[in-house]
């Protein structure tokens, strides 16, 4: 593929018997602190939405600071009733309160501490209050994302084909006409990550997938038939800026699997997230990009379905992915979750994350090399534990 377009969990189990006994012979106290030490870096629960009659699918997390974080998401009940949700914490997530929300969430943004913005299925919202109010902003749906240079200057991207820009706060919102440069039926293609390096440089990635025969169908409904499916090129869409969303460069090629993730650093280098469909050999692969432009493949594996990627600092990144429940691995069934990290992106370790962590999608948020968090989309979040 040219161009980006592209255990120690056995010693954490040890630990958790040993504190069982410990109870009975607490001279074993000094040996558990010892191997909690040499363990290493770990994730630890800090919410779980476990309730008998409703479930919490979380659609995004974002930390505002190392302090204060929002995810957002929907509850449904047992009876199908389903209703917009939002949980917040001002203390790094020791404690969550719900906060009330009047559409489901999709993605989250923000600018500082305080200041962000919420994309739902019908509008754009803005808070000031770090995800405990929100002001309605524009109602719009498709959109999928949205980037704030600063409180005035931003963009939005999403489906059918659109890309917009406000300069006013978002009070109004013009079409980007680069949006429509790329030779794509509209109803098929969408814009869907949008990141900064810099306050001119920009990069938007999206893609234009047409149905397949039975795409209707979910795959569960007949899974041999979908794992013989031949994966099919996707005319993935690269836009790029250098001045601040005045111009932007349109690229676009025909490639296998969709850029899902692209996180870089402030040098221009960063990973990339490549997804595939059900029947690839590999549900996901993971590229570095250097700062030139350079790819290179640096993760893939069959039983790992990596759906985020997140940098630490400079040097050293994490991994989401969630172990497949069978063969195809796409289907809707929750499987554990595996957090993996790399001090120089090219070899990767798995971190002990507790048994009962599980999902179909995990989501990274990085506050600073010290507080990471990772949030399931079974209602569950997790906090680095260095």
Not at 106 to 126: C, Q, R
Not at 171 to 182: E, F, L, M, S
Not at 260 to 272: E, F, I, Q, S, Y
Not at 353 to 376: C, F, H, M, Q
Request: aromatic share 10%; glycine share 8%.
């Amino acid at each position: 593929m040219s161009n980006w377009f592209l255990r120690p969990a056995q010693t954490h189990g040890i630990i958790d018997k040993l504190r069982a006994v410990s109870k009975t012979f607490p001279a074993l106290m000094a040996l558990i602190s010892t191997a909690s030490a040499s363990a290493g870096p770990s994730w630890k629960i800090q919410y779980f939405y476990d309730k008998d009659n409703a479930a919490f699918t979380i659609n995004d997390l974002r930390f505002f600071s190392a302090k204060r974080g929002v995810a957002v998401g929907y509850i449904e009940t047992d009876k199908g009733k389903s209703e917009p949700m939002s949980v917040v914490t001002s203390d790094g997530g020791a404690t969550w309160s719900e906060a009330p929300l009047k559409e489901v969430g999709i993605s989250l943004f923000s600018l500082n501490d305080t200041i962000g913005w919420l994309v739902t299925d019908k509008a754009i919202w803005k808070t000031t209050e770090a995800g405990r109010n929100w002001v309605r902003l524009k109602k719009v749906e498709g959109i999928r994302r949205v980037w704030f240079l600063d409180e005035m200057h931003g963009f939005a991207i999403g489906a059918p084909k659109v890309i917009l820009e406000t300069t006013d706060g978002g009070k109004t919102w013009d079409a980007v006409d680069a949006a429509a440069k790329p030779k794509s039926n509209p109803r098929y293609t969408s814009y869907d990550w949008i990141t900064f390096v810099t306050p001119q440089r920009g990069l938007i990635t999206g893609a234009s997938i047409p149905p397949r025969p039975g795409d209707a169908e979910p795959a569960w409904l007949d899974p041999e038939a979908v794992s013989k499916r031949r994966e099919w090129p996707t005319l993935t869409i690269k836009l790029e800026t250098h001045d601040s969303g005045k111009t932007w460069d349109v690229q676009t090629a025909p490639t296998f699997g969709q850029t899902t993730r692209l996180r870089l650093l402030p040098n221009g280098a960063g990973l990339a997230l490549i997804r595939f469909a059900h029947s690839f050999e590999y549900p996901s692969e993971v590229y570095k990009i250097s700062a030139g432009g350079k790819s290179e493949r640096v993760f893939r594996a069959k039983d790992r379905v990596v759906t985020d990627c997140a940098f630490l600092g400079p040097g050293e990144a994490l991994l989401a992915a969630i172990e497949p429940q069978g063969r195809l691995q796409q289907l809707p069934i929750p499987g554990k979750l595996h957090i993996l990290s790399s001090a120089g992106l090219s070899t990767w370790s798995e971190m002990p994350v507790p048994y009962k962590a599980n999902g179909t999608r995990a989501i990274l948020s990085v506050a600073d090399a010290e507080n990471a968090w990772v949030a399931t989309d079974t209602g569950m979040i997790l906090h680095l534990s260095r």
